[in-house]
């Protein structure tokens, strides 16, 4: 007999999310609500159906570097997929990026363009990467205060047509690493009133930009993120040729394989320092927080693509006499890559709304404190969910979900790069301990939960507030024994900053589900936090471990 089974599919993308919804009514004014479902709707009927068909239909095809043309010039162009040029369109149009820079929306244009980006990345292929690059690249030109180069790039990269919106790139990563960013090794020298870079970028993503901020040492400059400064540069000329740059080869990479991501050298290429000749490190920040930002959407919107696709499976695969649905130990199992999906969702969109808030200036003192904390919090602990509920997603699929024309190993290995790029785990466990130096972070952080937590009243959400509870205090009382032990304080930091992580998930679960009791929504919310309770919250080990870490590794 055949093995037969019938694939997964998917609705609408927006009908078919409750916390979505839920989240959406709690958050947006109901006249903005009123206005953008439409859209809304629209963008997930896509993401469920065409683009999502689409998506599979062109499961095999990769970006591809042509690298000369038929008389010997070098050209270096980059061909993308079918999917990405449908991307390019659709996102310019429905602005993607420039939706968070929409004035009138006020603290609310942040968590109406990631609402935009959540209800249709999934089938975009990673086309959220380059978005995210160009935003991040808006609000850096934005605060460094460099008029005119804001004046000339701004109105690109926040376009809403295809034929003139620009994206940007993000050039960091050298070859001598990609967390150590203050070792770049690319040079900056002086060419009459010019400057010109010389040096070779390791991995540059989405490299169909059509701009980049990147970081070079000014000649003569010491080491250091210090002696760094952020440049910009265009990277093809008026003709469309590429100024003194090649792209030396794509990556042969795990995942995002629509990703045109590259090498490339610099040599020579004209570029303009965006804020003076040094703090290039400190002055490129603002890009990564809002890459990071992007990256806890992406995770959440990837696992909310594993949970859907499980589900509709689990509905049509009958194994052992009945629909998995039916089956105890299968529901056991989405129940959990559920919570922790729907945690995953509340922090990230907590750290959207606290971005928003900053930009609009609507974010108390407490509020710009609490985001510097929980935008490396947020990226860090949804990167890894992101991984687990995927995994979780392929084994609920058996063989088929290991078997790469289903389409299915993708959401894993697309999932594998979100707590890799813009800060591994521990850089960004190290990034949490880098924020709480400033003074008054700490305190916004508990009063956070502490806020959350006193609104959350209903007896059966008792025993999962006490849990959060317990987790920060016990985070708290660790910094403090361990603030002046800088190897147990470092070997400690993805603890704490996980232990973090996965309170204030509790916390938002159950505020949240407190909001759902009191407007009779009904008990799922109710039921995702009492299951998120159950996993392990709190990380900290007050035992000094490093020894024995030590005697493991040597
Ligand atoms: C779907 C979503 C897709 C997202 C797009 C994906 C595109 C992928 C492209 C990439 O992967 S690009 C590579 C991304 N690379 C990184 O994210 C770098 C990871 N490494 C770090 O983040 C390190 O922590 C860091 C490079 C920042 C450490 O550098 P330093 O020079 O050793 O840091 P230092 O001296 O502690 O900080 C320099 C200054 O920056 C300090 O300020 P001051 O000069 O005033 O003292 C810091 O406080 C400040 N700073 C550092 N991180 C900050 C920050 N300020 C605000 N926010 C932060 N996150």
Known sequence: MPFEQAPPSLGNQYDSDPLLHEYLERTLPAELLERFEPE???????????????????????????????????????????VWKRAQVLCAEHGLVSAGYDAELGL????????????????????SCPLAMTDGAARTLLDSGNQALIDHALPRLLSRDPATMWTSGQWMTERIGGSDVGQTETIARRDGDRWRLYGTKWFTSAT?????????????????????????????????????????????????RKLPTAEITLDGVEAIPV????????????????????????AVL?????????????????????????????????ADMIAETQGAFLLAFRVVEL???????????????????????????TGKQAVAVASEALESFGGAGYVNDTGLPRLLADAQVLPIWE???????????????????????????????????DPRLQAAIERSQAAVQHAGRWLEATLSERDLLEAGARRFAMTLGRATELALLGHHAQWCLDQGKGER???????????????????????????LVD
């Open 40 to 82: 809304y709707r629209e963008l997930g009927a896509l993401n469920g159906g065409e683009l999502y068909r689409l998506s599979l239909a062109d499961l095999e095809n990769e970006p591809v570097h042509r690298v000369w043309d038929a008389w010997g010039n070098r050209v270096d162009e980059v061909e993308v997929t079918k």
């Open 108 to 127: 609310y244009a942040r968590v109406h363009q990631h609402i935009l980006n959540y209800v249709v990345q999934a089938s975009l292929d990673t086309y």
């Open 208 to 256: 169909t930009a059509d701009m980049a901020l990147t970081l070079a040492r000014p000649e003569g400059n010491p080491p250091g993120g210090r002696g760094l400064a952020m440049f910009y540069l265009e990277l093809r000329d008026e003709d469309g040729k590429l100024q003194n740059l090649h792209i030396n080869r794509l990556k042969d990479k795990f995942g995002t």
């Open 275 to 298: 804020a003076g000749l040094e703090s290039g490190v400190r002055n490129i920040t603002p890009m990564l927080n809002v890459t990071r930002t992007w990256n806890a959407v992406a």
């Open 302 to 334: 990837g696992m909310q693509r594993a949970v859907a696709l499980t589900r509709d499976y689990a509905n049509k695969r009958q194994a052992f006499g009945a629909s998995l649905i039916d089956k105890p130990l299968h529901v056991d199992t989405m």
């Open 355 to 381: 971005l928003g808030r900053i930009e609009s200036g609507d974010a108390s003192k407490a509020e710009q404190l609490l985001s510097r904390l929980l935008t490396p919090i947020g990226k860090l602990t």
């Open 423 to 457: 800060g591994t785990t521990n850089v960004l466990s190290l990034d949490t301990l880098r924020a709480l130096k400033q003074d008054g972070v700490w305190g916004a952080y508990v009063r956070e939960i502490h806020d959350r937590l006193e609104a959350t009243t």
């Open 525 to 551: 919310a109710l039921a995702a936090a009492r299951r998120f309770a159950r996993s392990r919250i709190d990380l900290i080990e007050d035992d000094d471990f490093t020894r024995e870490s030590r005697l």
